[in-house]
């Protein structure tokens, strides 16, 4: 097995669900961010839009008005995950980033076919920058099943989203409180043809 940083980081990094209260430092958020700008994107586009909040009122309206939207939240498809969550939502302690410190939202303009493509490439620099910085993260997908919820948008609106973006995807960075093990690797997603 090859190993450098790189490597090792995409192997060590793992989502996290558990985080301590304590805000994570300027310049980590700045050196996160950053990262997120130098993903890929289709053409070029840098279309994106990364909201990072640390404001503790902000973090808990937002999960208020997501707690409130999943009650009228109807899932559009089978998705295991997005039932799950709207049954999680209606327990008193639900928290969908799970009290992070820090969440940043990935949004990009609208009618753009590369716009979660691109956002999620985002995404895992986030994840990668945010581990090789000794901080935990995880990928959040609640505003974007949400991002169209009326009270929710408006909200994102007053934070300045603009209104007519794709809401792609947010993520949760802070310290780890607890570590999250490893997922199995699932055999035979590779194939090689020469
Ligand atoms: C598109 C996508 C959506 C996800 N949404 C959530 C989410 O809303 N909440 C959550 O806790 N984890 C979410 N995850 C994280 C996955 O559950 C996690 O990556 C997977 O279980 C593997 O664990 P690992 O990241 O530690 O390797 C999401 C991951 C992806 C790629």
Same mark, same amino acid.
């Given at each position: 097995? !090859?190993?450098?940083?790189?490597?090792?980081?995409?192997? =060590?990094?793992? %989502? $996290?669900? /558990?985080? +301590?209260?304590? +805000?994570?430092? &300027?310049?980590?958020?700045?050196? !996160?961010?950053?990262?997120?700008?130098?993903?890929?994107?289709? %053409?070029?586009? /840098?279309?994106?839009?990364? $909201? =990072? !909040? /640390?404001?503790?009122?902000?973090?808990?309206?937002?999960?208020?008005?997501?707690?409130?939207?999943?009650?009228?939240? !109807?899932?559009?498809?089978?998705?295991?995950?997005?039932?799950?969550?709207?049954?999680?939502? +209606?327990?008193?302690?639900?928290?969908?980033?799970?009290? =992070? &410190? $820090?969440? #940043?939202?990935?949004?990009?303009? &609208?009618?753009? /076919?590369?716009?979660?493509?691109?956002?999620?490439? =985002?995404?895992?620099?986030?994840?990668?920058?945010?581990?090789?910085?000794?901080?935990?993260?995880?990928?959040?997908?609640?505003?974007?099943?949400?991002?169209?919820?009326?009270?929710?948008? %408006?909200?994102?609106?007053?934070?300045?989203?603009?209104?007519?973006?794709?809401?792609c995807s947010a993520a949760a960075i802070g310290y780890i409180e607890k570590e999250s093990s490893a997922p199995q690797r699932?055999?035979? $997603? #590779?194939? #090689?043809?020469?």
């Amino acid at each position: 097995m !090859i190993r450098n940083e790189v490597l090792d980081a995409i192997r =060590a990094r793992r %989502s $996290t669900r /558990q985080f +301590q209260k304590r +805000q994570i430092e &300027p310049e980590h958020l700045n050196a !996160i961010l950053e990262a997120a700008t130098w993903a890929p994107s289709g %053409s070029n586009s /840098q279309s994106w839009l990364f $909201t =990072a !909040i /640390q404001n503790e009122d902000v973090l808990a309206k937002i999960n208020e008005l997501v707690r409130e939207g999943f009650r009228h939240y !109807i899932p559009d498809d089978d998705y295991l995950p997005k039932h799950a969550a709207k049954a999680r939502a +209606q327990k008193e302690n639900y928290h969908f980033f799970y009290h =992070a &410190p $820090t969440l #940043i939202i990935a949004s990009n303009r &609208p009618n753009y /076919q590369n716009a979660m493509a691109d956002c999620a490439l =985002a995404l895992e620099n986030i994840f990668l920058a945010a581990h090789s910085l000794g901080l935990g993260s995880c990928y959040i997908n609640q505003l974007h099943w949400l991002g169209n919820d009326p009270k929710v948008r %408006s909200y994102l609106f007053e934070l300045g989203i603009p209104k007519e973006h794709t809401i792609c995807s947010a993520a949760a960075i802070g310290y780890i409180e607890k570590e999250s093990s490893a997922p199995q690797r699932k055999e035979g $997603t #590779i194939r #090689i043809i020469k």
